[in-house]
């Protein structure tokens, strides 16, 4: 459909279903430009109708569906249609003036296109074409710069410098103001009104303008807006009339503008000031009533819900110490109770001790003397003075039990030094009475709860007093380490050991006296030990 050579030697061909074509003459290569519906930058119709090269070296294509510039960089277009302002979008031939515009011919008449500022100024058979339909590919420009364009019904010739725009800016003026059909009667001229109030429920009206230009009137646009109502100008083309209904209280300004039949507008047009009176119910004064008498019901009632969460608050105070009061009275029997039971564990474990050590060691010494009378009755004062030296050891040994008896029935140390010194001073007090090697471990400082320090403490003494009477250990030693939460005591000996299976099943007094202690402290016991290994007892008290 047409051929362009452009300004580098390359030829664009316009084709109907091929779209836009590009062959470069040297290298004898093609390339194709189509639609595509998904893409809004590709050749807006592949029907090419009408190429041309502008004097700034852009190119434009005119298609059945707007008119195309190509960005030959971008190889992407951008495409005007009748939204843009183009008269139509059949673009059947273009040309360009001497003044840098681009004239199209259409199916409703011509356009003439200012590139740079993207605006088109139509024309049509009331400007003297001689159809407003003209024909495919029939344009040209003369010698002389004059246009020429074909169209159904002969063509028309122009000087595009000669055509001059109506320069006239039209006077806006309101023609008409109604309700419900009938004009409002203000008592002056309705183009002399420049304000109008309404009062509820007539609150909507209707109005007519116009714009004084007489040179095809017709052609003439138009548009509106209520300044407070509306965020838009309501653009309504060639009619003349609007209409606002329900419109809330308020004052409002009318604006009214309009062009000529060139497009020249009126941007100062005319303004009227509207005032639509409320209902009493919508006023200020009554909606502030009512925030007030919301306001007093709800401060009221916070009122009333506040002095009743104070008298349940004191119910509850008055409940609250009557519990209280019943569980003071509960703790106080519980602690006896407890106390009692400590009490009662205590005597056992000092039975247990008294049993184990000095009831058996006076015992021995019974029947040392009996076997000491009855040897020096028979003369035989060898054998009676070493039984004599028996009683003395025992007695010896029974004393320092009575003593350590007495020193675990108050343990001064441990209120006045803590649970280190008390360790060490037990573990001094072993040392002197067994005979063999303590060591003692201390890993971080420790300062504990009075109640896990003597509970400890009775641990170890009980630990201790197992290995001195059953252990025939050469070595104890005594760790103690405390971490942010827990508190661990190792004791471990080198003697002879014991299997822990045979002892599960009941064991001795001081096994089940120390596993005790450990389950009133809420901690957790382990012992390891093997026949001819030793013995490790490991405490954990979580703090």
Known sequence: ???????????????????????????????????????PHSLSNDIALSIIQDHAGALWIGTPDGLNKFDQETETFTVYREKDGIANDNVYCM??????????????????????????????????????EFNVTSCYVSDQAEML????????????????????????VLTSLAQDGEQVDLGIAIDHVTEVTFKWPNNSFEFEFAALSYAHPEKNQYAYMLDG????????????????????????????RGSNNDGLWNEAGAAVKVTIVPPFWATLWFRGIILLVLIGGIYSGYRLRLRNLETRSRELEIQVEERTTELMKIEEVLMQNEMEKAITSERNRLARDLHDSVTQALYSQTLYAEATARLLSAGEMQTAAEHVDEIRHTAQQALQEMRLLIFELRPSVLAEEGIVSALQMRLESVEERSGFITEFKVDGEIKLPANIEEGLYWISQEALNNIVKHAQASKVTVMLKKDPHIIILDILDDGIGFDPEEQSNGGGLGLRGIQERVDQLGGQITIESQPGKGTRVHVEINL
Not at 8 to 29: A, H, M, Q, S, Y
Not at 116 to 128: A, H, K, L, P, V
């Open 95 to 132: 040309a360009e003036d001497e003044g840098g515009h681009i004239w199209l011919s259409t199916n409703k008449g011509l356009s003439r296109f200012d590139p740079q500022n993207e605006i088109f100024r139509n024309y049509d058979m009331t400007n003297g074409l001689q159809s407003n």
């Open 229 to 256: 109502f509306d965020e838009h100008w309501n653009e309504i083309g060639t009619r003349r009339y609007g209409k606002y209904t329900n419109l809330p209280g308020g004052t409002y300004t009318l604006r009214l």
């Open 149 to 172: 364009f074909g169209g159904i019904n002969g063509f028309n010739a122009f000087f595009p410098d000669q055509i001059q725009d109506n320069s006239a800016l039209p006077p806006i």
């Open 1 to 39: 459909m047409s051929i362009l050579e452009d300004q580098d030697g390359v030829l664009w061909l316009g084709t109907i279903g091929g779209g836009l074509n590009r062959f470069d003459p040297e290298k004898e290569i093609f390339t194709y430009y189509k639609n595509d519906p998904d893409d």
